[in-house]
């Protein structure tokens, strides 16, 4: 509700994690969905948001204080806890036209708040909607007030997730706006997996130790063995890193890294017990992660209309992208200046050719 007149907002929601993929800028000019469900909401723990500080204003002893080991381009200096919704799920709010930042394409929150309150006209949130930007409201956690609602939504569990739970396919069709040839669309690796692996990727470069990493078969290895293996000596003995979660076999004790999934409701880490408790836990988003413990044997294409129960379609699979698997540059750049290991002098080599990194095309 707003924090100026107590009107209400947004509908009843509930809370679940913050996507690995809320800050993703994708692509150049590409369409990209709504961000979050309906009826959910997540929270960005850090600040986030105008105004905005370049990294030579900020002193190294803030920087770390906030838990940034390395040089970013900016940082915000807007206040802890932004609050982030599907655009459909406001109420009561409307545009401000002079605070409508953006590119070619749409919205962005350059300008500092573009949504007020439609009663009293206070500024309260963000609405973003710019191309290759995922489509959200952001709203300012100065200026609303978070109420408790009767909800019936319940914290399931890991063998509840198996079963309820939705996988996120790793290929997509990707749409550009505006083209003036007609509709621009191809199938691509799904930005989600980009974004999920960038993140993940991070982890298992500070888990490594500057020594070769090996992962398993399969689309584990499609996604992150060809990175590891240029940005990692080539020395022995590598170290092991393994697929662990909830309906998978127990790991053996011969593991160094588990990639395991988050909680998508609470973000939660999935926890390996006995022997590879110890292992470093690199996470996946549950959706990314259930893809690859329990991958299916087609995508199909999707068709519109409807089939009884019990019929499935005939179609034919998705088409392949037509290019390796890329983990997003932004998300893990954004994931390893904030783990101290990043300190290292190997590690910070890394990631101060990332520019050269992405024209070589790991990323």
């Not at 800028?25 to 850090?46: C, D, H, R, W």
């Not at 932004?82 to 350059?110: F, H, M």
């Not at 689309?219 to 293996?229: H, I, M, P």
């Not at 050719?353 to 992405?358: A, D, Q, S, T, V």
């Amino acid at each position: 509700m707003c924090a100026g007149c107590g009107a209400r907002l947004t509908t009843p929601l509930s809370q679940v994690e913050l996507p690995a993929h809320a800050h993703q800028k994708y692509g150049n000019g590409i369409q990209l969905p709504v961000l979050m469900e309906s009826g959910t909401f997540a929270v960005e723990p850090e600040p986030w948001g105008h105004p905005w500080r370049r990294w030579e204003e900020i002193d190294p002893d803030e920087a770390a204080a906030r838990g940034i080991h390395a040089p970013v381009h900016a940082l915000s200096d807007g206040p802890p806890g932004t609050i982030v919704i599907a655009p459909g799920d406001t109420r009561g709010t409307v545009l401000v036209p002079e605070q409508a930042g953006g590119y070619c394409c749409g919205l962005d929150w350059s300008d500092g708040p573009n949504m007020a309150c439609e009663a009293c006209g206070l500024p309260v949130a963000n609405r973003i909607d710019d191309c290759s930007l995922w489509q959200a409201v952001w709203l300012a956690p100065d200026a609303v007030h978070r109420l408790r609602v009767d909800a019936d939504t319940a914290i399931l569990s890991w063998a509840e997730l198996l079963v309820e739970g939705q996988a996120t396919p790793p290929s997509v069709p990707i749409t550009r706006w505006g083209s003036l040839l007609g509709p621009d669309h191809w199938w691509s690796w799904s930005p989600q997996w980009e974004a999920a692996a960038g993140r993940a990727l991070a982890h298992l470069l500070a888990a490594s130790d500057g020594r070769p990493v090996a992962v398993p078969h399969g689309l584990v290895e499609e996604v992150f063995q060809r990175t590891l293996d240029a940005l990692l000596p080539a020395v022995q003995p590598a170290r092991r890193a393994i697929l662990a979660g909830p309906g998978l076999p127990v790991p053996d004790t011969d593991v160094d890294i588990v990639i395991v999934p988050t909680h998508p409701q609470t973000g939660e880490l999935w926890s390996p017990a006995g022997p590879t408790a110890s292992a470093y836990p690199v996470p996946l988003p549950f959706g990314v992660w259930m893809w690859m413990a329990f991958p299916e044997q087609h995508l199909r294409l999707p068709i519109s209309g409807t089939m009884p129960d019990g019929v499935l379609r005939d179609d034919p699979p998705a088409p392949s992208p037509h290019h390796l698997f890329r983990a997003d540059p932004g998300t893990f750049q954004h994931t390893l200046v904030r783990l101290p290991t990043v300190r290292r002098p190997w590690l910070r080599e890394i990631l101060e050719n990332l520019m050269h990194h992405m024209r070589t095309g790991l990323f």
